[in-house]
């Protein structure tokens, strides 16, 4: 059973950095694709960064060339490193695995999800 934590959340200011990981159990990411996910109140879960298991990426359009999704294998990590955040980018962040590694698609397995709040 995949399991996925994430941490790395918080307040922070416009214009500001926050990096979040994404912690898994259970199994060998290696060969699972890979995303953050985040979900603004009332609004649809929306695709933020994916990661095949071959590490092709894919974005957001909202989120290119600020965000910067990463694994570590050996570690069992996924990463996203936020620049330039903005208020519009507050949201809970969820971390997903899924076991197609050659998708961008998400998968089955989410994690709790770590709260981002942008705000001066």
């Known amino acids: 059973q995949v399991q996925l934590v994430e941490s790395g959340g918080g307040l922070v200011q416009p214009g500001g950095s926050l990096r979040l990981s994404c912690a898994a159990s259970g199994t060998l990411l290696s060969r699972y694709a890979m995303g953050w996910y985040r979900q603004a109140p009332g609004k649809p879960r929306e695709l933020v960064a994916a990661?095949?298991?071959?590490?092709?990426?894919h974005y957001g359009d909202s989120v290119k060339d600020r965000f910067t999704i990463s694994r570590d294998n050996a570690k069992n990590m996924l990463y996203l490193q936020m620049s330039s955040l903005k208020p519009e980018d507050t949201a809970v962040y969820y971390c997903?695995?899924?076991?197609?590694?050659?998708?961008?698609?998400?998968?089955?397995?989410w994690g709790q999800g770590t709260q981002v709040t942008v705000s001066s």
């Open positions: 997903n695995a899924n076991p197609y590694g050659g998708t961008y698609l998400p998968g089955g397995y």
């Open positions: 990661v095949t298991s071959g590490g092709n990426t």
